[in-house]
């Protein structure tokens, strides 16, 4: 199983976790779904992303092969390659759901929800 992520804040997850499809904030201006892959590239996107957002974020854990819309790995301004999701995420590709911790002003990964 290959795992991409994507970072959410609760209070939006919370209008999509009974859909069938996803979409994020932002996507209408961007035109696909950002994610990322591996622990490291994930944490410093989401202290890139998120420095001062208190609130409670997710990690949706996502089973690439399972998602419906296409996926291409596409080069960013830092060089790195990130999964972009041309499409809705389908919400039955998600196998985990984990919350996003701040431990001394760094987001980590937290404990499962689902």
Not at 24 to 34: L, S, T
Not at 63 to 82: P, T
Request: hydrophobic residues 35%; aromatic residues 14%.
């Amino acid at each position: 199983m290959e795992i991409i992520y994507c970072l959410v804040p609760a209070y939006y997850w919370d209008g999509y976790k009974e859909k069938a499809d996803y979409y994020p904030r932002d996507y209408e201006q961007e035109g696909f779904i950002h994610a990322t892959k591996g622990d490291d590239l994930l944490i410093k996107v989401a202290n890139r992303v998120y420095p001062e957002f208190e609130e409670e974020l997710l990690l949706l854990v996502i089973d690439e092969a399972k998602i419906k819309s296409e996926v291409k790995y596409e080069e960013a301004k830092d060089g790195k390659l990130y999964p972009h999701i041309y499409g809705p995420l389908n919400t039955d590709a998600i196998v985990s759901i984990k919350r996003m911790v701040k431990l001394d002003g760094s987001w980590q990964i937290g404990s499962a929800i689902r």
